[in-house]
Nanobody, 127 residues
Framework: VQLQASGGGLVQAGGSLRLSCAAYGLRLEDYAVGWFRQAPGKEREGVSAIDNGDGSTTYRDSVRGRFTISADSAKNTVYLQMNNLSPEDTAIYYC?????????????????????WGQGTLVTVSS
């Protein structure tokens, strides 16, 4: 099983990026996928998650309205569209997956819930 996160880069404040999380060895339709981030000197935090069974989504307050999580089952990929980025969004972004039954009884933005992790992609937002 492998999750491959990509799409990070350097962008100016107010700009946009789209992160991708491609899954290999598992069918994302049977899993929930979460996006997490870790800024320098800070703990990793949950950003957003999607239940690929029913399509429900969750966001942390600081990104709600700016970020959108979505899934493409044909490509077995989950996306995180990030708009109106600010320097506070600078971090390494990780995607992670967990079986739907566990996801539905857990806390979507808790990293301890997730079994499979991607390698991270760096997002840098300049002011």
């Amino acid at each position: 099983v492998q999750l491959q996160a990509s799409g990070g880069g350097l962008v100016q404040a107010g700009g946009s990026l789209r992160l991708s999380c491609a899954a290999y060895g598992l069918r994302l339709e049977d899993y929930a996928v979460g996006w997490f981030r870790q800024a320098p000197g800070k703990e990793r935090e949950g950003v957003s998650a999607i239940d690929n069974g029913d399509g429900s989504t969750t966001y942390r307050d600081s990104v709600r309205g700016r970020f959108t999580i979505s899934a493409d089952s044909a490509k077995n990929t989950v996306y995180l569209q990030m708009n109106n980025l600010s320097p506070e969004d600078t971090a390494i972004y990780y995607c992670a997956a967990v079986d739907l039954p566990f996801y539905r009884v857990g806390t979507p933005t808790s990293e301890t819930l997730y079994d499979y992790w991607g390698q991270g992609t760096l997002v840098t937002v300049s002011s």
